[in-house]
Nanobody, 119 residues
Framework: QVQLVESGGGLVQPGGSLRLSCAASGSIFSINAMGWYRQAPGKQRELVAAITSGGSTNYADSVKGRFTISRDNAKNAVYLQMRSLKPEDTAVYYC?????????????WGQGTQVTVSS
């Protein structure tokens, strides 16, 4: 069984910063891509940022230049540094990981962490 545990969400004023963390645990052989998605009320879940095991990244246009994704392969962890936050960044943020076992693989989601940007 694999679990993704997120932390770091909260309430922040516009222009502020937050850092999200996500750690995967369980019988993991390796992890390919890891990423962060978000879902605002009444909207579909969308990709925020993703990173491969080799460190290649891609970002949603709406967060480019403000958010930075990184990972620690030794810890099976992924991070999202968010700066210059805007009210439209308010959403539940979900961690995602493409986990590989000795045989086969599976895609996992975290439970989500709320990020609220408001004055």
């Amino acid at each position: 069984q694999v679990q993704l545990v997120e932390s770091g969400g909260g309430l922040v004023q516009p222009g502020g910063s937050l850092r999200l963390s996500c750690a995967a645990s369980g019988s993991i052989f390796s992890i390919n891509a890891m990423g962060w998605y978000r879902q605002a009320p009444g909207k579909q879940r969308e990709l925020v940022a993703a990173i491969t095991s080799g460190g290649s990244t891609n970002y949603a246009d709406s967060v480019k230049g403000r958010f930075t994704i990184s990972r620690d392969n030794a810890k099976n962890a992924v991070y999202l540094q968010m700066r210059s936050l805007k009210p439209e960044d308010t959403a539940v943020y979900y961690c995602n990981a493409d986990v590989q076992f000795k045989v086969g693989g599976y895609n996992y989601w975290g439970q989500g962490t709320q990020v609220t940007v408001s004055s």
